[in-house]
Nanobody, 115 residues
């Protein structure tokens, strides 16, 4: 069983920055790909960025050049540095991770971009 706990969300003005963190704990053999998704009100949950255990990142086009995903050396915490935030980045951001062949989700953290 894996627990994922997100933190770092909040209210920020357009053009501002936030850094999200997601820490994994529990009993598992290894964590594979970790990722961030987001869900805006009335919309589906969409992938934002992912990172493999080896550290290879991938991004959706709408966040390329603005968001950076990274992972700590222990491979159990994933970060999402979000710069140049826009109002349409407003959403609940969810972390997920693949551990021992099972996908786990965090509880989500709210990001609101508004003046």
């Amino acid at each position: 069983q894996v627990q994922l706990v997100e933190s770092g969300g909040g209210l920020v003005q357009p053009g501002g920055s936030l850094r999200l963190s997601c820490a994994a704990s529990g009993r598992f053999f290894s964590l594979r790909t970790m990722a961030w998704h987001r869900q805006a009100p009335g919309k589906e949950r969409d992938l934002v960025a992912s990172i493999t255990r080896g550290g290879t990142p991938d991004y959706v086009d709408s966040v390329k050049g603005r968001f950076t995903i990274s992972r700590d050396n222990a491979k159990t915490t994933v970060y999402l540095q979000m710069n140049s935030l826009k109002p349409n980045d407003t959403a609940v951001y969810y972390c997920n991770a693949v551990a021992d062949g099972i996908i786990y989700w965090g509880q989500g953290t709210q990001v609101t971009v508004s003046s």
